[in-house]
């Protein structure tokens, strides 16, 4: 079997060539997971300045969610919420969104893409820009979620004394995230909302 296709411009591809690349593609999406993982830990090399990284900031906000009771969606987009930090930091919560929205609710995707403009709530006015971005998205079905998300989950993760899980405790929940089919429907969920708390659930975690 050949290792390559056989064209050099995609016009000259054949059924046989766009047969053997998506099999190939197939393959390489399967360790999406793997791959956002490794890319995670280099944000303990991302914007300095706070005191802690940028992926303990990310453990952290993925912890609190994990100890509120959230479930799968939430957990993952606490977690890869800044992600994009590093390659596009202008639009950084756009990335995020991207890359989670084939795998998660749209109520996540939704929140994630959105959780800059509600971040600015809790810092903008001190650098003369608009703290009330987010009033534009006022009435959206996910408004109330994504400002939980940043009250509950964001804008608090930033402290070194706070009881921090591991990557590797989060492994399980991204790789079963990307191992979905891609806009499965029975996945996006479309205009439906899950709680980012479960008090029930919060209790078997925590033992509180």
């Not at 799968?72 to 390659?87: E, F, M, N, Q, R």
């Not at 940043?150 to 991204?174: A, G, H, N």
């Amino acid at each position: 079997m050949a290792d390559t296709v056989k064209f050099t411009a995609m016009k000259d591809g054949d059924k046989e060539d766009y047969e053997f690349l998506t099999a190939h593609e197939i393959d390489y999406a399967a360790k999406t997971g793997d791959r956002l993982l490794d890319a995670l830990v280099q944000l303990d090399e991302g914007l300095s300045g706070y005191k802690i990284t940028r992926l303990g900031h990310s453990l952290q906000a993925a912890t609190r969610a994990w100890q509120d009771g959230a479930d799968t969606d939430w957990i993952v987009s606490a977690l890869l919420h800044d992600i994009g930090d590093i390659y596009a930091p202008y639009n950084h919560d756009e990335y995020a969104a991207a890359i989670l929205k084939p795998f998660v609710r749209e109520q996540c995707t939704w929140v994630v893409e959105k959780h800059g403009d509600f971040q600015r709530l809790y810092y903008a006015h001190h650098l003369g820009g608009n703290r009330h971005a987010r009033d534009r998205f006022a009435g959206h079905a996910y408004f109330d979620d994504c400002d939980q998300f940043c009250e509950r989950w964001d804008q608090s993760s930033f402290d070194p004394d706070y009881e921090t899980l591991p990557i590797e405790f989060f492994r399980p929940f991204v790789l079963e995230v990307f191992a979905r089919k891609a806009y499965d429907p029975a996945v996006i969920r479309a205009g439906e909302r899950v709680a980012l708390t479960d008090p029930d659930t919060a209790k078997t975690r925590t033992g509180a």
